[in-house]
């Protein structure tokens, strides 16, 4: 049997088990559950996990059953099954395997997920932001992003990210892509203005996109970074998209000046209220020109977001996501190919959207190219980059660890407006670094005192 027949077959096998939980999904799940354990009865992390996952999704009172609920309930019923197919059985299931074979192949990282930006251009001009710098002069044209999707399907990646710029400035060009690409997931971090009823209607007819709109928090946190208005337009935004049953999230930046908002009870509460079903967290970083490092985080304000997040987990019906905090469950830095990349719309294939050097260009190396030349095999020798995965980003909290990669691959910077010399970047963050490591060393070991209880007591 050759590897594309016997994808199909796994492929329709799963998609037959998700039709049957999408019958009767409060009657179906713990079989399908159960199914899942016999399945996978001999792999050590699947099967504690659907164990605990039935557990909780048996008690109408959890908030991870809550939360599964309002998939049902909320969501266009074409529009669930598209993203589990998409997400759990292409991009999980079948990309995985793609991407662990190239890995063993070619000794270098695979990406679960491919980050690009369409446009450089943006309609707001947020502080902070290193695209209100580079303004309408770069971009990626359809055909390009189209072979960069076709180039990562072989690899093995079926889930597609959109930044920029305001991505949705190409919102007629995305929505071709999601039409050319309908076993693949879109998303895109978008500012939300530019979502309006036509672009809702598309959403409903591909089915295979969802945006994740950035907001600071309330209307004055939103507004002081983003200007004046951005909060109001967000909330309508929210609005027709609930109102249309499509599945949407949020898109935080915790800052010095906004960290006790968004991880209020309040603000997430609110969030929820207006139909959002995941948050993903990021914190400041001070890349480009118009960096501002006098926004990057306290010490107290990260490790304030490190316990908000973990009990929003336990206690609301909203999926959450910390990319610095929670570098323990992903065994540190995610970049590099490790799980996603990021491609500028110069083309200029970088290992993250925050580390802006590279010596690859879509334009003149492939994919695969890319991930075996010098920028990301450094990555990949080199993560993670501390034991303690509370300190995974080699800029924020290892910022030695960028600059010798840099060095020592002769990337360049991709800063159009003003290359920016990796020591000097490096250099902002060291004191923010050296402040996070003594907090996340006590956190590390309570987490470790944690785990070495919990096997003792098995004992």
Not at 105 to 128: E, F, Q, R
Not at 131 to 150: P, Q, V
Not at 182 to 191: G, M
């Amino acid at each position: 049997m050759d590897k594309s027949m016997g994808e199909s077959i796994k492929a329709f096998g799963l998609k037959k088990v998700l039709d049957y939980l999408d019958a009767d999904p409060e009657r179906n799940i713990s079989r399908v559950v159960d199914w899942l354990i016999k399945v996978a009865k001999d792999n050590d992390h699947v099967v504690p996990r659907a164990r605990s996952a039935k557990q909780m999704l048996a008690d109408p009172s959890n908030n991870w059953y809550q939360l599964v609920k309002s998939l049902y309930t909320d969501i266009d019923a074409g529009i669930r099954k598209k993203f589990f197919e998409n997400v759990l059985v292409n991009a999980t299931v079948i990309g995985t395997k793609r991407q662990d074979k190239i890995m063993d192949k070619y000794g270098c990282n695979v990406p679960w997920a491919i980050l690009m930006d369409p446009t450089s251009a943006c309609n707001l001009h947020c502080t902070g932001c290193w695209a209100a710098e580079y303004g309408h002069k770069m971009s990626l044209d359809y055909d390009t992003l189209n072979n960069i999707i076709e180039q990562g399907k072989q690899l093995g990646v079926f889930a597609y990210l959109y930044s920029g710029g305001e991505p949705l400035i190409r919102k007629h060009d995305i929505i071709k892509l999601c039409e050319k690409h309908p076993d693949c997931a879109f998303l895109a971090f978008t500012n939300g203005t530019l979502i309006d009823e036509a672009f809702a209607d598309d959403m409903l007819r591909v089915k295979n996109f969802v945006p994740a709109i950035s907001i600071e928090g309330f209307e004055e946190e939103t507004d002081a970074r983003r200007g004046r208005g951005a909060y109001q337009a967000v909330v309508k935004a929210m609005e027709l998209l609930k109102s249309q049953k499509l599945p949407f999230g949020i898109s935080c930046t915790y800052t010095r000046q906004n960290t006790e908002v968004i991880g209020s009870e309040e603000f997430i509460d609110d969030m929820i209220e207006k139909g959002v079903k995941f948050a993903w967290f990021f914190t400041y970083i001070p890349v480009g020109y118009g960096a501002v490092p006098e926004l990057i985080a306290t010490p107290e304000q990260r490790e304030f977001m490190y316990h908000q997040i973990r009990k929003f987990r336990e206690t609301k019906p909203i999926f959450t996501l910390d990319f610095w905090n929670d570098g323990e469950y992903s065994a540190g830095c995610i970049a590099g190919g490790r799980r996603y990349l990021h491609i500028n719309a110069n083309g200029d294939i970088e290992p993250c959207a925050f580390i802006h050097y590279s010596d690859s260009n879509i334009y003149h190396t492939t994919l695969l190219e890319a991930l075996q030349r010098p920028l990301f095999m450094q990555y990949h020798k080199g993560q993670p980059f501390n034991d303690n995965h509370l300190r995974p980003c080699p800029l924020l909290d290892n910022p030695e660890c960028l600059a010798a990669m840099v060095d020592n691959s002769g990337a360049k910077s991709t800063e159009i407006m003003h290359p920016e010399d990796v020591h000097e970047l490096c250099g902002r963050c060291k004191e923010a670094a050296a402040e996070w490591a003594p907090v996340a060393g006590r956190l590390w070991d309570e987490i470790h005192g944690y785990n070495m209880l919990a096997q003792y007591a098995k004992v």
